[in-house]
Nanobody, 127 residues
Framework: QVQLVESGGGLVQAGGSLRLSCAASGRTFSNYAMGWFRQAPGKEREFVAAINWNGGRTYYADSVKGRFTISRDNAKNTVYLQMNRLKPEDTAVYYC????????????????????WGQGTQVTVSS
């Protein structure tokens, strides 16, 4: 059974930083790309960032490029999202997800490319 558990969310002032973590189990973590998505109230879930299976490639949504950094530690089965210079519009529930295909070469940004999801962690940025 694949499990993804996010942590690190919270309340922060605009301009502040948070680091999200996602611990994975039940699958050979290092074989799969990982992604972070977010969903604000009344909006669809949207792509934030993704990293390929060995950490050599990353991809970001334009809205977070230059402020967020995704990384992974395959020895710890954990993926991270460092969020700096946070803005009120970053407020959302953040989800990590694992790619459905082994060793995928291209990083995908659609929710349908990911088959297992965490329960989400709330990030609230006050102005």
């Amino acid at each position: 059974q694949v499990q993804l558990v996010e942590s690190g969310g919270g309340l922060v002032q605009a301009g502040g930083s948070l680091r999200l973590s996602c611990a994975a189990s039940g699958r050979t973590f290092s074989n799969y790309a990982m992604g972070w998505f977010r969903q604000a109230p009344g909006k669809e879930r949207e792509f934030v960032a993704a990293i390929n299976w060995n950490g050599g490639r990353t991809y970001y949504a334009d809205s977070v490029k230059g402020r967020f950094t995704i990384s992974r530690d395959n020895a710890k089965n954990t993926v991270y999202l460092q969020m700096n210079r946070l803005k009120p519009e970053d407020t959302a529930v953040y989800y990590c997800a694992t790619d459905s295909n082994l060793f995928r070469i291209v990083i995908l940004t659609t929710t349908t490319a990911y088959d297992y999801w965490g329960q989400g962690t709330q990030v609230t940025v006050s102005s």
